[in-house]
């Protein structure tokens, strides 16, 4: 799932006047958090505009904040475990082959609008989700289920010889192509949420996307919240609505996701009783509430990698050397210690260490020497001729300074000229979908605890691998990996399908992430994890609720 945070000038200058009068409660002088902690009403940072709330046409962090408001899959996770729990199923059965799965929903589970959440709407949305005009860049992640990826190449046309079937109106029936250790997490990812046919075909085509069934005057889902205001550039609000199966769980009203540009104007907006939660923080500010042992500090290890994509389409990216070069020139240590300084670790594969017991063996090296070599083999001695390089990245201050510290870093050691190139969210989306760019960068957050949901990433075609290179000995590692019958046989697939990987460069690695960001003491139910997984049913608000004075300086 890729991150985030950015915003325009227009949302700025927006959220700058609310600073200026934050007293904007019922009680004077009272504050948006105070009000909302009285009401229980949350507001958090969104790190974004959403593009969308559609679950099977989005793939960014921001959108999938407010989604998980609005939708509600199979099955959960519950935030202090992320273990499994029953969603819409409120039960399965496994066969002894682990290939069929028997999903028994809940009698009581209905849509926004009353309506009741059958088997057939999981039929249905998926086989949405898979139809090739829709452009659902998150298809492959039902490729799991039997002939779902011929279904998506057009291989086979008819739907119901793909593994998922509506036994009746409560029993859902999914047959995978292999068994698949980690099918019940990926069921709680926003590409297997259901949408409502009758308002998705009120508002266009099965298949078509951006259609105004998301708007709020339109929207049925089935998640425990329902749209009540979208004003781009201002607020999200999403509302508790009542036919919510475990609405008495419920304990939030309202949720207001706002979309703030700048890190530092979002921490000013913590400050001032804004903001419960913060989508990030400022870095030159960990340090001061660090030594001021302030309580709502969050600093967490995060399951996913910030790296760079190439375009190895365009010349001379084209050449593994050059991109083998570029990749070998970046000091990572001094980006970690220097520019994010919240506990990042340097990565030097895409994989992060230690996810379920894997840790890849082939690293990307630092060898400024090694580059310079292998940059002259291309030839480009000493970058005499090489074109000028272009980094592409959405508007935010940290993907602005890592790029400048990288742009630094191949003049240095390469002799490169390097122009950076920012945009909007929604542009910037567009532009790494259509492919044009250099280099772009790009976070990936797993969608799952699993190498598979990183390397499954690079796969020939696949959505959300727009470098233009393919491999199909690394294909069919993968293929292998997906049919192992134990844990030691598909790990040994993915080490050599991430040597692969690293050998060919396709991506650059930078670091892995940590979860920054200030969470108010009067949020109750937020447990951290790798996953940084939130469901909003576990949160409450506690009226009455002390903090020390945020730190200033």
Same mark, same amino acid.
């Given at each position: 799932?890729?991150?985030?945070?950015?915003?325009?000038?227009?949302?700025?200058?927006?959220?700058?006047?609310?600073?200026?009068?934050?007293?904007?409660?019922?009680?004077?002088?009272?504050?948006?958090?105070?009000?909302?902690?009285?009401?229980?009403?949350?507001?958090?940072?969104?790190?974004?505009?959403?593009?969308?709330?559609?679950?099977?046409? #989005?793939?960014?962090?921001?959108?999938?904040?407010?989604?998980?408001?609005?939708?509600?899959?199979?099955?959960?996770?519950?935030?202090?475990?992320?273990?499994?729990?029953?969603?819409?199923?409120?039960?399965?059965?496994?066969?002894?082959?682990?290939?069929?799965? #028997?999903?028994?929903?809940?009698?009581?589970?209905?849509?926004?609008?009353?309506?009741?959440?059958?088997?057939?709407?999981?039929?249905?949305?998926?086989?949405?989700?898979?139809?090739?005009?829709?452009?659902?860049?998150?298809?492959?992640?039902?490729?799991?289920?039997?002939?779902?990826?011929?279904?998506?190449?057009?291989?086979?046309?008819?739907?119901?010889?793909?593994?998922?079937?509506?036994?009746?109106?409560?029993?859902?029936?999914?047959?995978?192509?292999?068994?698949?250790?980690?099918?019940?997490?990926?069921?709680?990812?926003?590409?297997?949420?259901?949408?409502?046919?009758?308002?998705?075909?009120?508002?266009?085509?099965?298949?078509?996307?951006?259609?105004?069934?998301?708007?709020?005057?339109?929207?049925?889902?089935?998640?425990?919240?329902?749209?009540?205001?979208?004003?781009?550039?201002?607020?999200?609000?999403?509302?508790?609505?009542?036919?919510?199966?475990?609405?008495?769980?419920?304990?939030?009203?309202?949720?207001?996701?706002?979309?703030?540009?700048?890190?530092?104007?979002?921490?000013?907006?913590?400050?001032?009783?804004?903001?419960?939660?913060?989508?990030?923080?400022?870095?030159?500010?960990?340090?001061?509430?660090?030594?001021?042992?302030?309580?709502?500090?969050?600093?967490?290890?995060?399951?996913?990698?910030?790296?760079?994509?190439?375009?190895?389409?365009?010349?001379?990216?084209?050449?593994?050397?050059?991109?083998?070069?570029?990749?070998?020139?970046?000091?990572?240590?001094?980006?970690?210690?220097?520019?994010?300084?919240?506990?990042?670790?340097?990565?030097?594969?895409?994989?992060?260490?230690?996810?379920?017991?894997?840790?890849?063996?082939?690293?990307?090296?630092?060898?400024?020497?090694?580059?310079?070599?292998?940059?002259?083999?291309?030839?480009?001695?000493?970058?005499?001729?090489?074109?000028?390089?272009?980094?592409?990245?959405?508007?935010?201050?940290?993907?602005?300074?890592?790029?400048?510290?990288?742009?630094?870093?191949?003049?240095?050691?390469?002799?490169?000229?390097?122009?950076?190139?920012?945009?909007?969210?929604?542009?910037?989306?567009?532009?790494?979908?259509?492919?044009?760019?250099?280099?772009?960068?790009?976070?990936?957050?797993?969608?799952?605890?699993?190498?598979?949901?990183?390397?499954?990433?690079?796969?020939?075609?696949?959505?959300?691998?727009?470098?233009?290179?393919?491999?199909?000995?690394?294909?069919?590692?993968?293929?292998?990996?997906?049919?192992?019958?134990?844990?030691?046989?598909?790990?040994?697939?993915?080490?050599?399908?991430?040597?692969?990987?690293?050998?060919?460069?396709?991506?650059?690695?930078?670091?892995?992430?940590?979860?920054?960001?200030?969470?108010?003491?009067?949020?109750?139910?937020?447990?951290?994890?790798?996953?940084?997984?939130?469901?909003?049913?576990?949160?409450?608000?506690?009226?009455?609720?002390?903090?020390?004075?945020?730190?200033?300086?």
């Amino acid at each position: 799932m890729i991150i985030t945070s950015s915003r325009g000038l227009l949302t700025a200058l927006v959220l700058s006047l609310a600073l200026i009068g934050c007293s904007n409660g019922d009680n004077d002088g009272e504050t948006p958090v105070e009000r909302g902690n009285r009401e229980q009403i949350l507001h958090m940072g969104n790190g974004d505009e959403p593009s969308d709330v559609d679950p099977h046409t #989005t793939t960014g962090i921001p959108e999938y904040f407010i989604q998980k408001a609005l939708f509600e899959g199979l099955v959960s996770k519950h935030p202090e475990t992320l273990e499994v729990v029953p969603g819409v199923a409120e039960r399965w059965d496994v066969s002894e082959d682990n290939r069929v799965f #028997t999903f028994h929903l809940r009698e009581d589970a209905r849509w926004s609008n009353g309506d009741p959440v059958t088997a057939e709407d999981f039929v249905w949305s998926w086989e949405r989700a898979l139809m090739p005009a829709l452009g659902n860049q998150y298809a492959y992640s039902l490729f799991v289920v039997e002939n779902a990826e011929a279904y998506h190449r057009g291989e086979i046309e008819d739907f119901s010889e793909v593994g998922v079937k509506a036994l009746d109106e409560r029993t859902l029936e999914v047959t995978l192509a292999n068994p698949t250790s980690y099918f019940l997490q990926l069921l709680d990812h926003h590409s297997m949420f259901p949408v409502h046919r009758d308002t998705v075909l009120a508002h266009g085509d099965m298949d078509e996307r951006g259609t105004r069934w998301t708007r709020p005057e339109n929207f049925v889902g089935n998640g425990a919240f329902t749209i009540e205001e979208w004003s781009p550039g201002r607020v999200f609000v999403v509302a508790k609505t009542d036919q919510y199966w475990d609405a008495d769980q419920v304990e939030l009203q309202e949720i207001h996701f706002h979309p703030i540009q700048q890190v530092t104007t979002e921490e000013r907006m913590f400050r001032s009783g804004q903001l419960h939660v913060t989508n990030t923080m400022p870095t030159s500010k960990i340090s001061v509430y660090r030594e001021a042992d302030h309580p709502a500090l969050r600093l967490n290890p995060y399951l996913g990698t910030y790296f760079y994509l190439i375009n190895t389409e365009r010349e001379p990216y084209d050449d593994v050397r050059v991109r083998q070069a570029l990749a070998y020139s970046i000091d990572r240590e001094s980006i970690v210690e220097n520019i994010t300084q919240a506990g990042e670790r340097p990565a030097y594969a895409l994989t992060p260490p230690g996810t379920l017991g894997y840790t890849p063996e082939a690293q990307v090296p630092y060898d400024p020497e090694l580059a310079r070599e292998l940059l002259a083999e291309a030839g480009y001695p000493g970058g005499e001729g090489m074109p000028k390089v272009e980094i592409l990245y959405n508007t935010m201050e940290d993907h602005k300074k890592i790029a400048l510290a990288i742009q630094q870093m191949w003049r240095r050691e390469l002799n490169v000229d390097v122009t950076l190139r920012n945009q909007e969210w929604k542009v910037y989306l567009n532009s790494k979908r259509i492919s044009d760019f250099d280099l772009a960068r790009l976070g990936w957050i797993g969608d799952y605890v699993d190498p598979s949901t990183f390397l499954d990433l690079f796969i020939t075609d696949g959505g959300n691998n727009n470098t233009g290179w393919g491999n199909e000995q690394y294909d069919e590692l993968l293929r292998k990996a997906a049919r192992s019958a134990s844990r030691e046989e598909r790990y040994d697939y993915f080490q050599q399908a991430e040597s692969i990987l690293m050998e060919e460069v396709p991506l650059i690695p930078l670091y892995n992430y940590t979860t920054k960001r200030l969470v108010s003491p009067s949020v109750k139910g937020w447990y951290d994890n790798i996953m940084d997984y939130h469901p909003y049913k576990y949160l409450s608000l506690e009226p009455d609720t002390e903090m020390p004075e945020p730190p200033t300086e």
